[in-house]
């Protein structure tokens, strides 16, 4: 976490631990600091105050968005074949629809298109909600929502345009996005506030139905008392993040480039998933011929490098990529995908030392001898 | 570490003896299952233990890898009548092969299990594979597929204790696996399906017709893929009169031929994909043919030059027995020491 969201945390964890939907002195300083917060977001998003709702996590938002939209509007759930999971299961848990990328994991626009004519019309389901993510986890890929919104408003004009915003936080002007999107997600630990915090932006007022039903607060939309001490924490690095962005991207896309540009000068096989121009500054997605990830993480891991290859599933066991998949990046060489991801804290130092330990570690897995 | 007792304490035993120990656990099967060793609260469990005992724990996703070399091929051969031992398939094709590869590659000196065998050593350095101590539980037959490369590389620090000795150990220490059942069936297929279930989203089954050893038809069955030579029950027969048995499964012609006890006894049988724990071995020995069979003694059979390059090897009975169901392993031993095996053609 940012140092400053801790610090701006901690009050709310002791003397100012009222609850903010209390009436007393003590609760209507805490409901203070959500409102503030809530200013906070509102401003680096490019929304209405109003339109922020606070959620639990970036997956809660992501469903709100998809299983609040069906149940509200009816029809049928829509999204690319790359989403997080918090996207893609929640579609694929109301029946809904995928469609396929491009070989970026861009959404392909014609196949979105004819998807939605399929569903709209006389004796057709309809569309309830197209969520597209802004940029994705895996391989950081930046998608035009102002493309996307386009199709949507023309092949399925009833249908919500859901954006999930968790991996753009840090490197996308927001301002610019949020006006293209009916319904956009963030969640806190991505941009260095606290886990166990998210944001659902709902344009316009509320466009769908709650997750979570109960005290009613956040104007109905979200029931729970509030985490206070997180909200502002969440709000707090957001807004630095904001004021950061233009000078970290400059500085990470170098630092991630030297990274990438290291390995490939030490070896052989190295591909970067995705062309930088099509990618945010942080990301630093490769694909290691002759390697096997879950290998390569464990002599990483040794050598005090921590990094990630693909999701995990409950028992902890790294899942195939269904983001490579759907790229079509060969099952093989995907066995050797590993993400490098670049943030707030990273040096150059850090860097240089990545590329000292992952040279010899890829080279030790690919000769085939143990130590 | 399966997330039982056994490879906890083997974890246990090994840090005890000072080895810089590693826990890992398989991820093979992601469909449903109710019953394996791979479930998320197995590999909670698994997890919660090297927590207990400090060690780090990791899970690797092997999960093509037994698609490819265990389930496939389980699905396969039941079209074909023939019923294999998935355990040992897994042991062979991912357990020993390709988690200890990964084990090698990683640096580490050797992979231990928690089976129930022991691994001892010649006076001129040849390593031995011997049952384990506790008789209830040897599993040796499961793990005798092991060469001299892999046993100098494996451990099976549980092999020298019983099981109550085993469990002992465990709520020594509170381990949370002290008093988990022990596992019985095949992992991928749950105990409220069964094998029917699970072959039949896989597999057409496909009727036949049940005969006598004289060809006359006394009934049919729904799914010849389900029967297996030396099966009883379930043949839709009459009951009353002399025991029937499978003793024949022709799927390709859709016959099921049964027959009296006599009917089923055979003088040998034919053993193939052969392999040795150390140099090939021919004469008298003991043979077993199910996980907890009876050995029973037997000759192996000098084969044919053609059949020896193929890993074939005919075994003739001390006095005749029941046919083994092709697909089943077939382990030879000398007393209790594992000469190798193969599979039951």
Request: proline letters at 4%.
């Amino acid at each position: 976490m940012r140092g400053e969201a801790i610090e701006a945390m901690l009050p709310f964890l002791d003397g100012l631990y009222a609850n903010p939907s209390g009436s007393h002195r003590f609760a209507r300083r805490a409901r203070q600091a959500v409102d503030e917060a809530r200013d906070r977001v509102a401003a680096v998003v490019g929304c209405h105050p109003n339109e922020v709702v606070f959620t639990g996590c970036g997956t809660e938002s992501d469903n709100t968005a998809i299983l609040g939209a069906v149940s509200r509007i009816g029809g049928v759930a829509v999204c690319p074949a790359v989403e997080h999971h918090a996207v893609l299961h929640a579609v694929e848990h109301t029946g809904g629809r995928t469609v396929a990328v491009d070989r970026f994991g861009r959404v392909d626009l014609d196949a979105l298109a004819s998807t939605l004519d399929d569903l709209t019309g006389d004796d057709r389901p309809g569309v309830a909600i197209v969520s597209v993510m802004a940029v994705n986890n895996e391989v950081g890929t930046v998608t035009d929502l102002a493309e996307v919104a386009r199709v949507v408003r023309r092949h399925a004009p009833a249908a919500l345009v859901h954006t999930d915003a968790v991996q753009a936080a840090s490197w996308l002007d927001l301002r610019e996005i949020t006006p293209h999107v009916d319904l956009l997600s963030l969640s806190a630990h991505k941009f260095g506030g606290p886990k166990g915090v998210g944001v659902l932006v709902e344009r316009g007022g509320p466009r769908v139905d709650p997750l979570i039903i109960g005290g009613g607060q956040e104007r109905e939309r979200r029931s729970g008392t509030h985490n206070t001490g997180g909200i502002v924490a969440a709000s707090i690095a957001l807004e630095l993040t904001d004021l950061e962005r233009p000078t970290e991207n400059v500085r990470l896309a170098e630092l991630r480039d030297r990274l990438v540009k290291g390995l490939q000068s030490n070896l052989d096989g190295v591909h970067e998933t995705v062309p930088v121009e099509h990618k945010v500054a942080g990301s630093g997605h490769v694909c290691v011929e002759g390697i096997e990830s879950e290998a390569l993480l464990f002599l990483l891991d040794e050598a005090g490098v921590c990094a990630s290859a693909a999701s995990a599933c409950a028992s902890g066991a790294m899942e195939p990529s269904h983001v490579l998949a759907a790229m079509g990046v060969d099952r093989s060489r995907a066995l050797g995908s590993l993400r490098l991801s670049l943030g707030h804290t990273t040096t150059a130092d850090d860097v240089d030392r990545a590329v000292d330990v992952l040279g010899p570690a890829i080279r030790r897995l690919r000769a085939g001898v143990g130590r | 570490m399966s997330g039982g007792v056994d490879s906890s304490v083997a974890a246990l035993l090994l840090q005890r003896a000072g080895h810089d120990v590693v826990g890992v656990t398989m991820k093979l099967w992601g469909g449903d299952s109710d019953t394996g060793c791979c479930s998320v609260s197995d590999v909670d469990d698994a997890r919660r233990v090297a927590q207990q005992l400090g060690i780090d724990h990791l899970v690797f996703n092997f999960g093509d890898d037994f698609d490819a070399h265990v389930v496939e091929p389980y699905v396969d051969a039941h079209t074909r009548g023939i019923t294999p031992n998935p355990c040992i398939e897994c042991n062979r094709s991912v357990k020993f092969a390709r988690l200890a590869e990964r084990a090698d590659l990683l640096g580490f000196d050797a992979v231990a299990t928690g089976h129930h065998a022991n691994i001892g050593t010649t006076p001129d350095g040849r390593f031995t594979l011997e049952r384990g101590a506790d008789p209830a539980k040897d599993q040796s037959y499961v793990v005798h597929m092991l060469d001299q490369a892999r046993l100098a590389r494996t451990m099976f620090p549980v092999g020298g204790l019983h099981k109550s000795e085993v469990r002992e150990l465990a709520a020594d220490i509170d381990l949370r696996t002290a008093d988990k059942p022990d596992s019985q069936d095949v992992c991928f297929i749950t105990s409220t399906g069964g094998r029917t279930a699970f072959l039949g989203d896989r597999i057409p089954f496909r009727p036949a017709s049940v005969v006598d050893t004289s060809g006359e038809q006394l009934g049919a069955v729904e799914s010849v893929e389900l029967v297996t030579v030396g099966q009883r029950k379930g043949l839709g027969l009459p009951g009353g009169g002399p025991k029937r048995y499978v003793v024949d499964v022709d799927t390709a012609a859709g016959v099921v031929t049964v027959g009296s006890d006599d009917d089923l006894l055979r003088p040998g049988l034919s053993v193939g994909a052969v392999t040795w724990v150390d140099e090939p071995v021919e004469g008298d020995v003991l043979v077993q043919c199910s996980a907890h069979g009876e050995p029973r003694p037997a000759t192996i059979v000098t084969g044919r030059a053609s059949d020896r390059t193929s890993g074939d090897l005919a075994i003739r009975w001390q006095t005749p027995q029941r046919r083994i169901a092709p697909g089943q392993s077939v382990v030879f031993y000398d007393g209790t020491r594992v000469l190798g095996g193969g599979i039951c053609r």
